[in-house]
């Protein structure tokens, strides 16, 4: 058996992070429009004119799809075909416990599963792996798994005694806990466990920032950049040939 630790590794509430990335951003003059859905993309001779929504249309040149999980149907309004799936994990919460871990736990089969899972049973199927924290609060989040189940968000008692099977394995002593919580969300895979990012080809200032599947809020920072900077027409660093093969969507078009 073998580990690997990682000091500097951290964690964040991504509630709070979500806010304050919107606090930010009105500071700098955006404009946030809440509890609007999208309807339609407005496309004349190939270049973006407007984005429709339920509360009108909003003109605009520029375009970035950054709907996660839900980024194919907004695509779709463009007719544009994107592979990306939801692919839904579920999470664990116990009571308030005393302080029992620092930092998060990871088992090999969490991190493997985002690139592969074993069809061959239930468990393997459904991408269980073990992912433990502890909140300040104390309540233990015990994870997770990555399942194929189109857009459903609820959670299931299969997974919920796949996942706590595969936990108490690693740390028998969770079985003595009590759970009093659990809940389901959706990430966006993609066939390579790599994000999508910049231009969308064939339509002029349509751009796309999604893929990320459980990494999204560890790289939104940096993909907010890259996007930014390709919409600047700015030097992103990252090498033409390196970004086609590895983040551009050109790679998924043969």
């Known amino acids: 058996m073998g580990a690997v630790y990682c000091k500097e590794d951290s964690q964040i509430n991504p509630l709070n992070t979500t806010l304050a990335f919107a606090h930010h951003a009105q500071k700098q003059g955006a404009c946030i429009i809440r509890n609007t ?9 190939g270049e973006i004119r407007a984005v429709k929504t339920e509360k009108g249309k909003i003109a605009a040149e520029k375009v970035i799809n950054t709907a996660g999980a839900w980024a194919p149907k907004i695509s ?19 009571e308030e416990m005393p302080e029992l871990i620092k930092g998060t736990l990871l088992d090999a089969k969490y991190i493997t599963s985002k690139y592969s899972t074993n069809p061959e049973n239930k468990e393997g199927e459904m991408g269980v792996g073990l992912s433990l924290t502890q909140t300040q609060a104390g309540n233990l989040l015990i994870g997770g798994c990555r399942q194929f189940s189109g857009y459903n968000k609820s959670t299931s008692y299969y997974a919920f005694q796949a996942i706590m099977k595969n936990a108490v394995k690693m ?12 809940f389901a969300g959706l990430r966006p895979y993609t066939p390579d466990g790599k994000p999508i990012l910049g231009k969308v080809p064939g339509i002029k200032g349509l751009y796309i920032a999604a893929g990320h599947e459980g990494d999204g809020i560890a790289l939104a920072p940096v993909t907010g950049k890259i996007i930014s900077q390709i919409i600047a027409g700015e030097a992103t ?17 043969s």
């Open 76 to 94: 779709k309004m463009a007719g544009i075909d994107i592979p990306i799936k939801p692919r839904r994990g579920q999470l664990l919460v116990s």
């Open 237 to 253: 660093g990252i090498k033409p040939e390196i970004f086609k093969e590895n983040l551009s969507l050109k790679r998924f078009i």
């Open 171 to 182: 740390i028998p002593f969770l079985k003595e806990i009590n759970i009093i919580r659990s």
């Open 37 to 45: 859905s999208v309807e339609d993309i407005e496309i004349k001779k």
